[in-house]
C-alpha cells in the first residue's frame, strides 16, 4: 500500500499505484498522479479518462486495451481510435496508465 | 486467426454464495483479450447469472451482472443457455438480459448475443470445442 497527496488531501493507493478505492477519486489526484508519470493532462487525455470512468460506471469493469481502442473509435471518431493515437497520449500502455489516472483498477487481462 | 483454439466456458453454478460466475467471468474476459475463440455456455444453476435486476446490497458482494453485457465489447458473441436448464426453474428468455454484440462491419447493428439450445443441441456445441473450462 502507498499513498498520494494532491491539493492537501492523501489517497491512499496499492502497490502499483492504483487508487485503493475509487470513490476517493477526482481530478487533482489525477493530475498528480500524472505529474509523477512526466505527464501533463490535455483535453484529450480527459477524453480518454472521462470514458473509462463512465464504461466502469455502466459495466463494473475496465475495458482491454483492444476493447478500449474500438469504443473509443466508436464514441470520439475513427482518428482517435487507434492504438498510435492513444500509445502517443499514454505511452505506458493506454488501458494500463489511462486507467490509472481515471482511478480504476488496472484493467482485466492486463499484466 | 488461423491459430486460435476454440474456448468454451461452462458456467453450472449461481452467481453468488461462491466465487465461481465471478472467477469465471474474469477468465473469459482475460481469454477474449488474447484474441482466442471464446465461447460461453449457462447451464443448470450457471443460468441464474445472467438474471435481470440482481440486488446484492444484502450480502455485500459487488453486484458483478453489469458485466456481462461488456461480453460483446470484447468480441465474445456466442452465448449459450441451455433451455432444459431454464424450464425446469420456471424462468425464459425474458427473464434473462438483453445481451448483444455491435457488428463493427455493420454500422454496429447491435446483434443477439444469446443462443437458446436444446441438451441435445448443447451437446454438440461442446463437441466441437478445443478446450472445455467448468466453473
Request: net charge negative.
Amino acid at each position: 500500500m502507498g499513498s498520494i497527496e494532491a491539493n492537501g488531501k492523501t489517497y491512499e493507493t496499492d502497490e502499483e499505484g492504483y487508487l485503493a478505492d475509487l470513490n476517493t477519486w477526482d481530478k487533482d489526484v489525477a493530475d498528480v498522479m500524472a505529474k509523477i508519470d512526466d505527464c501533463e493532462l490535455t483535453d484529450s487525455h480527459w477524453e480518454v479518462i472521462n470514458f473509462l470512468r463512465e464504461y466502469y460506471e455502466e459495466y463494473q469493469i475496465a475495458p482491454a486495451v483492444r476493447v478500449l481502442t474500438k469504443a473509443i473509435g466508436k464514441k470520439l471518431g475513427k482518428d482517435k481510435g487507434n492504438s498510435k493515437y492513444l500509445y502517443e497520449l499514454f505511452p505506458y500502455g493506454p488501458a494500463k496508465q489511462a486507467c490509472k489516472y481515471a482511478g480504476l483498477p488496472k484493467p482485466t487481462g492486463c499484466v | 486467426m488461423s491459430d486460435a483454439k476454440k474456448f468454451m466456458y461452462i458456467n453450472r453454478k449461481a452467481p453468488y454464495g461462491t466465487i465461481y460466475a465471478w472467477e469465471s467471468l474474469e477468465v473469459v474476459l482475460i481469454g477474449a483479450a488474447f484474441e482466442q475463440d471464446v465461447s460461453v455456455t449457462f447451464m443448470d444453476d450457471g443460468v441464474y447469472q445472467l438474471t435481470k435486476g440482481q440486488d446484492t446490497t444484502g450480502i455485500g458482494m459487488k453486484n458483478f451482472s453489469p458485466t456481462y453485457s461488456a461480453l460483446g465489447d470484447f468480441e465474445v458473441t456466442k452465448i449459450y443457455v441451455e433451455k432444459e436448464s431454464l424450464e425446469e426453474r420456471g424462468l425464459s428468455l425474458d427473464d434473462l438480459q438483453h445481451l448483444v454484440w455491435e457488428d463493427e462491419d455493420e454500422d454496429y447493428a447491435e446483434k443477439d448475443s444469446i443462443r437458446l439450445v436444446s441438451r441435445a443441441e448443447l451437446a454438440d456445441v461442446l463437441a466441437g470445442q478445443d478446450v472445455l473450462f467448468n466453473f
